[in-house]
């Protein structure tokens, strides 16, 4: 990351064994330690101070120089720059091969920790694109139903409340009957597709496990997100239904 010729052998960041930084395919850098530090305790870091430390290492500065070049009070000063929309620019100290560097691309948002909408993959497998396309074929799937599909497929990071969808889909504040719609949908092509729904705490089935994966956000009401591939079969299909 930043370059420091006398960067411990050995120390790698993956972006894809347990944090979800990115959408990006598996890929590990090589770092030293005080960048990897920096980059995993950006979630928590004062406001600016993730930005200050890329600026340091683009004007060549090392990981391991950042606290030794500026005291906390010009840190602190600096970072409070950047979060409040200024321009910061560093002088440049060495040379350095111009970007876009990769670290600029990670997210800088919490809930990437663990939101269901950051993960490359569900936590536990689903059915492929093309089982849910067939499925949704052998339901003929339309009307309500396909609204719902499609609005939740197109949906933000395909994710959102049963209000929303209600809202979006049905022209309805009443996310009951979104849930009831969805939910019966979802039965359906749990059963035409075999696939094991998780489970309530008193052992009934959550039919909507097949199509997405739900989370309470922190002050929000609870989120479903799609799975990729049943987004993935529901592009498909929208496009199909419209021509029939
Ligand atoms: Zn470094």
């Not at 949906?155 to 009443?174: E, Q």
């Amino acid at each position: 990351m930043c370059d420091d010729p006398d960067r411990p052998q050995g120390e790698w960041h993956s972006e894809d064994y347990s944090e979800p930084f990115s959408f990006e395919p598996p890929q590990s850098y090589p770092l030293c330690k005080p960048c990897h530090a920096r980059l995993h305790k950006r979630f928590n870091a004062m406001p600016g101070e993730w930005d200050l430390f890329c600026l340091h290492l683009e004007a060549g500065g090392y990981g391991s120089e950042f606290v030794q070049v500026r005291g906390l009070a010009e840190r602190r000063a600096l970072s409070e720059r950047i979060a409040s929309g200024c321009k910061v620019e560093l002088p440049v100290t060495r040379a350095r091969s111009p970007g876009p560097y990769w670290w600029r691309s990670l997210t800088l948002d919490p809930e990437a920790l663990v939101a269901p909408w950051a993960r490359p993959r569900p936590l536990r497998p689903r059915p492929g694109a093309a089982a849910y396309l067939k499925a949704f074929e052998s339901l003929s799937v339309s009307g309500s139903q396909l609204l719902l599909l499609h609005s939740h497929a197109t949906s933000p990071r395909r994710t959102a409340t049963m209000r929303a969808l209600a809202k979006a889909a049905l022209g309805t504040d009443n996310p009951k009957t979104a849930n009831l719609v969805y939910g019966n949908l979802a039965r359906q092509l749990t059963s035409i597709l075999d696939w094991e729904p998780d489970r309530r705490k008193d052992g009934s089935p959550i039919w909507m496990s097949l199509i997405a994966e739900g989370w309470y956000p922190p002050g929000r009401e609870y989120e479903w997100t799609m799975v990729p591939s049943a987004a993935e079969a529901m592009r498909f299909w929208a496009g199909i239904a419209e021509a029939i």
